[in-house]
């Protein structure tokens, strides 16, 4: 059972390996005609706009949070200075 702690970097390799493998198999792929394209372009415009809404919203969380953990840390009497 101690040894199972092994499995944990070898699984993540394992599907490193297995994403790079599908990574290259859809670039290999026909990209489609014209009208594929375009759409296919603004999917990830579309996409790109997400992730950009959902990064800032993540970051003001976790300024927030971290503030919020600080200010506790700095207020528990249980934890002693390093």
Known sequence: MENLIYLVPVMGVIGLIYT??????????????????????YIAE???AFLRAEWKILGYFVVLVGMLLAVMASTNPHVTGA
């Open 46 to 48: 579309g996409a790109m």
């Open 20 to 41: 790079w493998i599908k990574f290259i198999w859809v670039g290999k792929q026909d990209p489609g005609n014209d009208r594929m394209q375009e759409i296919s372009r």
